[in-house]
């Protein structure tokens, strides 16, 4: 559902309609094959293109939100919006260094491979977001902490960035007006 809402923003332009369906179709059909095929490169290329995906609509969503003019509750749903989909992003991508590297995070529960679910590395993701980090799931793997700590300073200079840039676009509307 995802994958289909971020074609219908943004279906007021051909070409770039045409690159997100695309994008789309090929996140789908590389979903499908990774469960009809499971095998390491299905699964890293239908990572891979969720990731480019999820990427593409939060700069799309970005654009709307800094484009001039005044700032509405609705440019806030946005600036919201990509700061989930964020965390999205980072989840495909630990899901990504999970699935292709052994021992990439430790579960302080005591889980092993096999007992893992998607939705856990979600909880990390936003966590690591957010930067609560409650320690109960710890990347174990050099890949894995660069992604956490790159996370970890998305999740503070975004929203103080974003604050700031919405503040000064504030102002700038107010002095036009």
């Not at 007021?12 to 979903?31: P, Q």
């Not at 899901?95 to 979600?122: I, M, S, W």
């Amino acid at each position: 559902m995802l994958l289909f809402s971020g074609v219908a923003t943004v279906t007021g332009r051909k070409e770039l309609t045409a690159i997100v369906a695309a994008l789309v179709v090929l996140a789908l059909a590389l979903r499908f094959a990774s469960l009809a095929f499971p095998s390491r490169s299905i699964l890293i290329s239908r990572e891979l293109v969720s990731i480019a995906s999820l990427v593409v609509f939060a700069a799309l969503i970005l654009v709307q939100v800094f484009r001039s003019g005044p700032i509405t509750s609705y440019r806030i749903q946005g600036a919201i919006a990509v700061y989930l989909l964020l965390g999205l992003i980072w989840m495909v991508g630990y899901e990504l260094v999970y699935q292709t590297v052994p021992g990439a995070f430790r579960f302080a529960n005591g889980a092993d491979e096999v007992t893992h679910h998607r939705h856990d590395l979600a909880y990390y993701s936003f966590i690591t977001l957010t930067t609560i980090g409650y320690g109960d799931i710890v990347p174990a793997h050099p890949v894995a902490r660069s992604l956490a700590m790159a996370e970890g300073l998305v999740g503070q200079l975004y929203p103080a960035i974003l604050i700031a840039r919405l503040v000064s676009m504030q102002i700038e509307s107010r002095k036009k007006s």
